[in-house]
Structure formats: C-alpha cells, structure tokens
C-alpha cells in the first residue's frame, strides 16, 4: 500500500515556475513508477510525465517537453515536478500516482494523491 500527498501548487503568472511535490508512504516507493497527471475543468485527466523506479528513465507528453523535469529521491520517498516556463494551458489540478509497471496510462496506476491546483494567469 502507497499513499500520496500533493504540495507545492498555487497561483503563477504565465512565464513563472512552480515545482510540485510528492511525498509518498511506505518502503516500497522506489519499486513503483511514480507519474503526474493534470485535469483541467471539463477535460479528461491526461499524462504529463513519468519515471522509472529502476533506471530512473523519464518520459513526458508532447506539451510539457523542454520546460517541465520530473524527478526522484527515493531515500526522501519523493517525486517531483518542476515547471517552468508556465502556460495559461498548463492551469489544471495535478495529481501524482503510483504504477508497478511502466506506463502512460491513467488505468495502469493503482495510487493516486489527492491532487494540487496550479493555476497560471496570463
């Protein structure tokens, strides 16, 4: 069992950064892939970065490339998501979740956190 908590949103100018945190539970955290989704009002919740528990490989959606990193410290048992350079489009709730496999997919992860507001005003 994994539980996750989100800290770190808030509200940003466009241009801005923020960096998301997410403190996890449990002995097992660098096993699991740990991914960060967003869902913007009336829009599904879709992929934004992932990354590997072994090698520490990283993936990201087509969006986000070049301006957010996602990492990893698994003696802290924390995932991050560092923003930059933030978008109007970026604004949505972001929720971190853990898989034990690697995956894209929203169905594929089996622990989510509660989710944190990032807000980017233009």
């Known amino acids: 069992q994994v539980q996750l908590v989100e800290s770190g949103g808030g509200l940003v100018q466009a241009g801005g950064s923020l960096r998301l945190n997410c403190a996890a539970s449990?002995?097992?955290?660098?096993?699991?892939?740990m991914g960060w989704f967003r869902q913007a009002p009336g829009k599904e919740r879709e992929f934004v970065a992932a990354i590997r528990s072994r090698d520490g490989s990283t993936a990201y959606t087509n969006s986000v490339k070049g301006r957010f990193t996602i990492s990893r410290d698994n003696a802290k048992n924390t995932a991050y998501l560092q923003m930059n350079s933030l978008k109007p489009e970026d604004t949505a709730v972001y929720y971190c979740?853990?898989?034990?496999?690697?995956?894209?997919?929203?169905?594929?992860?089996?622990?989510w956190g509660q989710g944190t507001q990032v807000t980017v005003s233009s």
């Open positions: 449990g002995r097992t955290f660098s096993s699991y892939t």
């Open positions: 979740a853990a898989s034990s496999t690697w995956t894209f997919s929203a169905y594929e992860y089996s622990y």
